[in-house]
């Protein structure tokens, strides 16, 4: 078939906003029906850890429950809904996604330098500040500052293969394989200093960011001053490690709280308040993962209420550049609140979850819980357009 319409592609959670839109919808409708609060309707029928998937699968830890236990108390939801200036009728809804947090293989080499520093490199490349996460993951994992770590990405050559940064997968496998290179260079580094204080390796502990024999704990040596006499000796501290095969996907959760007015003359919905939750499982960096869930935010925002393509009855594109396509700036929109909520996902290091894909999911089903919860009408299709508002409004969708 020939079409002028372009090329379909992966776009941030494929399939999954969507699907959203209607199954969230439809939750709300069954809520109403047997006269359940939204809230308690999910609570009641949301999945546990140990429950079966689709796949008959045991659940991994999941906090499904504790996050809509938590938004249910939050002053979000509870808090009286701003009135509207222009008498316009206004509402609250609720809506929650989730992304099962790919896994495939990623893979790391963590080296010490002569002066100390580390370099580690790793075959994925920087598109959502990978750089900065894995240099505070290998931090972490050996006990130094994040400013003593130089990350190298797209190293495809000198480490084993790793797959494509996308699916929120990236961050979850990739920490699992610095942290076990990390843990390799330290067993490295504690056979090199037993040598040093004159005892078997696993006398030598390391803790804080030093290593020091057990049961003379003034013997202390930092890292830095070890990697570099280590190397300095013509010692070579470097280890290369993949994320286990075996993992199992993580789901993270992201629950979207939207509060709208809108015109009955002319069936244009404003976003009057908007707070996003999120489930990271840890968190890495506050302020990227905060980015991460404004940025899907938004961009199911605009999915909701003016993203799509437009077309004559010629087949030519009339929105086909972005003087045209209709996305949200910051003068349409409110400030994006976030709230970050940690349980840790059972495998991986530091129970880390995907962050990139659910932020995106939610949006457009609490903004159309929020517009029946205002004008008692149900919006079917995306966008929601003031055309198609106005329209549902007067029975011709």
Same mark, same amino acid.
């Given at each position: 078939?020939?079409?002028? *319409?372009?090329?379909?592609?992966? %776009?941030?959670?494929? &399939?999954?906003?969507v699907?959203?839109?209607?199954?969230?919808?439809?939750? =709300? $409708?069954?809520?109403?029906?047997?006269? %359940? !609060?939204p809230m308690d309707f999910r609570i009641k029928n949301a999945s546990k850890t140990g429950d079966s998937n689709v796949d008959d699968e045991e659940y991994t830890r999941i906090g499904i429950v504790e996050m809509l236990e938590q938004v249910k108390k939050s002053d979000e939801y509870n808090r009286p809904i701003?009135?509207? $200036?222009?008498?316009?009728?206004?509402?609250?809804?609720?809506?929650? &996604?989730?992304?099962?947090? &790919?896994?495939e293989i990623s893979s790391a080499r963590v080296m010490?330098?002569?002066?100390?520093?580390?370099?580690?490199?790793? @075959?994925?490349? !920087?598109?959502? @500040?990978?750089?900065?996460?894995? /240099?505070?993951?290998?931090?972490?994992?050996? @006990?130094?500052?994040? =400013?003593?770590?130089?990350?190298?990405?797209?190293?495809?050559? &000198?480490?084993?293969?790793?797959?494509?940064a996308a699916g929120s997968r990236i961050t979850r496998t990739l920490s699992q394989a610095v942290f076990k290179a990390g843990s390799a260079v330290i067993a490295q580094m504690k056979e090199k200093m037993a040598v040093r204080f004159g005892i078997d390796a696993e006398f030598v502990e390391y803790e804080g960011g030093y290593? %020091? /024999?057990?049961?003379?704990? !003034?013997?202390?040596?930092?890292?830095?001053? *070890?990697?570099? *006499?280590?190397?300095?000796?013509?010692?070579?501290?470097?280890?290369?490690?993949?994320?286990?095969?075996? #993992?199992?996907?993580?789901n993270g959760y992201a629950m979207s709280i939207a509060d709208v007015e809108v015109d009955p003359e002319t069936g244009k919905i404003q976003l009057t308040d908007f707070t996003i939750f999120q489930d990271v499982g840890k968190c890495v960096n506050p302020t990227q993962v905060e980015s991460q869930m404004q940025g899907g935010a938004v961009q199911g925002i605009g999915w909701a209420l003016s993203e799509e393509y437009v077309y004559d !009855?010629?087949?030519? #594109?009339?929105?086909?550049?972005?003087?045209?396509?209709?996305?949200?700036?910051?003068? =349409?929109?409110? #400030?994006?609140?976030?709230?970050?909520?940690?349980t840790p996902a059972d495998d991986g290091a530091f129970g880390i979850r995907g962050v990139g894909e659910p932020p995106i999911i939610a949006p457009p089903a609490a903004i159309a819980n929020a517009v029946h919860d205002a004008i008692g009408v149900r919006m079917t299709s995306l966008p929601m357009s003031p055309e198609r508002v106005f329209a549902t409004m007067k029975g011709s969708l």
């Open positions: 078939v020939v079409t002028n *319409a372009p090329r379909v592609a992966a %776009y941030r959670a494929p &399939g999954a906003t699907a959203t839109f209607c199954g969230e919808s439809t939750l =709300d $409708e069954l809520a109403s029906a047997i006269g %359940y !609060d701003k009135q509207s $200036e222009n008498g316009w009728p206004v509402g609250r809804g609720v809506g929650i &996604g989730w992304w099962p947090c &790919g896994i010490v330098n002569h002066d100390g520093r580390v370099d580690v490199s790793i @075959g994925a490349v !920087d598109l959502h @500040g990978i750089r900065t996460g894995t /240099a505070q993951v290998a931090a972490e994992t050996l @006990g130094i500052e994040p =400013d003593e770590v130089n990350v190298h990405t797209a190293d495809t050559e &000198g480490i084993p293969y790793t797959g494509n290593f %020091y /024999a057990r049961d003379n704990q !003034d013997s202390k040596v930092s890292f830095k001053d *070890a990697g570099a *006499a280590v190397t300095k000796n013509g010692s070579n501290i470097v280890a290369t490690a993949s994320n286990d095969p075996g #993992m199992r996907p993580a !009855d010629q087949g030519l #594109m009339r929105n086909a550049s972005f003087l045209d396509y209709r996305m949200p700036t910051a003068l =349409d929109l409110p #400030m994006i609140g976030t709230v970050i909520l940690e």
